[in-house]
């Protein structure tokens, strides 16, 4: 069973002679933000449902199919810089705009980003939090990765509902 902690993995020889790698420790992961195709290694900070078991929430289990809390910094870093927007920004507090330096091409290119940019609420207001919901889609005790994907629109609003609940 694989735990959030200092990266700890134990290679396992199977049938055939192949090898598994026995997550038994980990505390990163690649997840993937898939409406702005965006991959980044981030911390896992948290597991915070499981459809499958409350225990393994209790123990903070990294299993496949695991609701996680995951850092939003890079990825809040990277929507910064592609499109040139602060995002997470609470209503009431101002923040003036960061100025940088930049070429007339650079800033052509982030306002032609500008007229298709769309961020869901819901995702803006995890930003703020700088935590993300993500869902784990390896398996760590097997192949000793924590990868998966950040949720959004109503795969994030069931799993919402659902943590709610408990």
């Known amino acids: 069973m694989t735990k959030i902690g200092e990266k700890n993995v134990h290679p396992v020889r ?3 002679g192949n090898m598994k790698f026995r997550a038994l420790r980990l505390d990163t992961g ?3 933000w898939g409406t702005e195709v965006c ?5 896992v ?3 915070t449902y499981n459809a499958s078991n409350n225990e393994l929430v209790r123990t903070k289990t990294l299993v496949k199919g695991a609701i ?7 990825f809040k870093d990277w929507y910064e810089s592609h ?3 602060r995002v997470g920004v609470k209503k009431g507090v101002s923040s003036a705009p960061v100025e940088e330096k930049k070429s007339d091409a650079a800033k052509a290119k982030i306002s032609a980003r500008q007229k298709t940019r769309s961020l869901e609420s819901a995702i803006d207001h995890q930003f703020g939090s700088g935590r993300l919901y993500a869902k784990i889609t390896s398996r760590p ?3 000793g990765r924590c990868d998966g994907y950040i949720l959004e629109g109503p795969e994030l609003a069931f799993y919402q509902k659902m943590m709610a609940k408990k």
């Open 14 to 16: 199977c049938m055939g």
């Open 30 to 32: 690649n997840f993937s």
């Open 39 to 43: 991959t980044r290694k981030v911390r």
């Open 45 to 47: 900070l948290d597991v």
């Open 68 to 74: 996680v809390l995951v850092d939003a910094h890079p």
């Open 83 to 85: 499109y040139g927007v």
């Open 141 to 143: 005790g097997q192949s």
